[in-house]
């Protein structure tokens, strides 16, 4: 599954559709993917208007995070995007405290989001040239992040396929009003090319529909930690995949690598030390109880 996500920092270069027409196609297949994986597993797609809104409006920041992502592909490179992606954390870790009541941002996240900081602040520095793309890759984080601190109060109730369709349709419908937009003001309207649809379809079918019912899957045999970690190889399996494709475009300098490997650090150990920290405190209240 996460190696399936990998591929989609390359298929992004390999597409010769600009960002938003990469985005229309990708989340326009994908609906229609999904609406036929939901009709296999007889999960009825009417969910009321309500609710439809609140998936649809939850999509619009999957296509915003998407059009960020491949933008940041295109001004930079694909390990200039992937790079910046474990960053999600940190933002999630900032917005929750502003949707949960109760919930306050720990030592630990912010420590972890201080060396998230300098690591990001290493990137710019040995690599000031692709600016422009990693800073699209943060932006591309933080609606990423937004998305699912939102997107976790909706998905209770509703079956996978369902969410994911309206979502990718809500996606669909957002980057198709940037492209009326951006053609109303003159700007030609890109068409997929030769190629370009074979790379759609596997973006799509594959990366798209299959992944995330593969995660669906997952969620049922694994812990949520355990899944998070792996998750969070993506940016390698992306760096990794990208140099083996595209070669030496894909070479950065030694700063980059240390800044990135700091990040995937952090991201990896934060999740252990916190499972860590829940058991000391829980271990210490059980003492408690005992001695009372």
Known sequence: MVLAWGFTGPLGRLISLPPVETVAWRTGLAALGLAVLARIMKAGLNVGGRTALKLLGNGLLVGAHWMLFFLAVKLGNVSVAMAALPTTMIWCSLLEPLFEKGRRISRLELGMGLLMVLAVGLIFRVEFAYWQGFAAGLGCAFVGALFAVINKHLVAREHFAVISCYQMAGACAGALAVLAISGASGRPVAHPQNMDWVW????????????????????????VFSINVVYNLEPVYGILLAALFFGDTERMSPGFYVGTGMILVAVVVTPWLQARARSAGDARLEDTRRKT
Request: glycine share 4%.
């Open 200 to 223: 759609l379809l596997v973006l799509s079918q594959v990366c798209t529909v299959g992944a995330y019912a593969a995660y669906m899957d997952v969620l049922r045999r694994l812990s």
